[in-house]
């Protein structure tokens, strides 16, 4: 009953008794009225706070490694191994238009079903997030259940490719799964044709579906193994050769791989756990964090152990590594609060421990930029692209 129709018994004459039910009806509902304001003022605040943007970081604040400040719509030097800020305001790179004249590459599509592979099959995904396991607070009590899943496969040949002879390759993760986004495509097109990079082969990886722990995705991407890099070696790169009539070299200083969050800590996780395979890596917002699941105690903190232990504490591998992130990154945004979870953190803890061991490595701070840096990337995607081949066929990575 509204408060108009309320009124209405009021005024028609009603009852001392029918006056007594109606006071008391209406001083019920105020008091619901009041429990269900102060119910919604605190799951809004809550939901607020829980949704919060994240800060905002500084480049020289506690905790970052040195930095050198770009002007705008400047790249750092092909040849340096150090931390740049780029930012805020971004140049569109030329390179991510068709130029006329300019060779184009053939774009080609298939799926693989997981049910026709050996790894990964069934996938697993989950209906709600996991909940912290009481006896080890790094890790997350989820229940899943078995999937079959579909993956599509994109892969960019460019025009400069010679039939029969084996190509070097970059894999990309998180690839399309609708229509081939046209953006790489483009942009290796003029690197190639500049001859800024060799005529590399672009295979993008769709990833097997939800995202974090739990799902196939977070499976796939997140844990610290070489499963993954077996499973596009056995399961992906056969089919790509036989359905685009291609041949991939075998080289791993001609093999490169990377990925944006939890793809870029899968590109990384590749490399360093298949360096037969993988030895250049490109990353956008890496999720060097906790993230992998199930627990390993081999590696308690995930992909936040590689610059908290791993790679201070192991010999030198070589690997060239671009990193970069955005200054309003993602910070702790799940249920752990394990303090492994501050994705700027992260990265400016990598570029310590990469410069400490003497990696060939290049850092971007993106002011302005939150994760995934989408308005960073479209300036300096090309560069990066170019840092991470630069030396290929020249220079052996040490």
């Excluded at 081999?298 to 030198?316: L, N, V």
Aim: charged share 25%.
């Amino acid at each position: 009953m509204n408060r108009p129709t309320i009124l209405k018994y009021q005024s028609s004459g009603a009852s001392t008794s029918d006056a007594a039910i109606t006071e008391s009806y209406v001083l019920r509902v105020c008091v619901m009225s009041k429990f269900v304001v102060t119910f919604l003022v605190c799951t809004f605040a809550f939901l607020a706070t829980a949704l919060a943007a994240p800060p905002v970081r500084q480049f020289d604040g506690p905790g970052a490694p040195p930095f050198k400040v770009l002007k705008p719509g400047e790249s750092p030097p092909l040849d340096a191994y150090d931390n740049f800020v780029i930012g805020p305001k971004y140049v569109r790179a030329p390179e991510r238009k068709p130029v006329e004249g300019v060779a184009r590459g053939k774009v080609q599509q298939f799926t693989i079903d997981s049910k026709q592979t050996k790894i990964y099959n069934p996938g697993i995904a989950r209906k709600k997030f996991g909940t912290v396991d009481p006896k080890n607070p790094k890790t997350l009590i989820v229940d899943t259940h078995e999937i079959d899943y579909k993956r599509q496969i994109t892969v960019y040949v460019p025009a400069q490719y010679k039939r029969g002879s084996e190509a070097p390759f970059m894999v990309s993760h998180d690839g399309p799964k609708g229509k081939p986004n046209m953006g790489l495509p483009r942009i290796l097109d003029n690197l190639i044709a500049e001859e800024r990079i060799p005529p590399i082969i672009l295979i993008q990886i769709a990833n097997g579906g939800g995202d974090a722990q739990g799902h196939q995705r977070g499976k796939e991407y997140d844990n610290m193994s070489g499963l993954f890099a077996k499973y596009i070696e056995t399961e992906v790169l056969p089919r790509v050769e036989k359905h685009c009539k291609v041949k991939l070299t075998k080289d791993p200083e001609g093999r490169a791989a990377m990925g944006s969050s939890s793809g870029g800590s899968a590109a990384l996780i590749m490399a360093w756990f298949r360096t037969d395979l993988y030895r250049r890596v490109l990353t956008t917002s890496g999720t060097f964090v906790n993230q992998a699941w199930p627990f390993d105690p081999r590696f308690p903190d995930g992909a936040w152990g590689f610059h908290k232990t791993i790679i201070p504490k192991s010999p030198k591998k070589p690997i060239r590594l671009f990193i970069s992130v955005g200054d309003r990154d993602l910070l702790n945004p799940n249920v752990m609060r394990d303090d492994m979870h501050d994705w700027v953190e992260a990265n400016h803890q990598m570029a310590k421990v990469l410069k400490a061991k003497g990696y060939e490595y290049q850092y971007l701070f993106c002011r302005g930029s939150g994760h995934g840096i989408g308005n960073a990337k479209s300036q300096f995607l090309p560069h990066a692209i170019e840092w991470v081949w630069k030396g290929f066929g020249t220079k052996r990575i040490k």
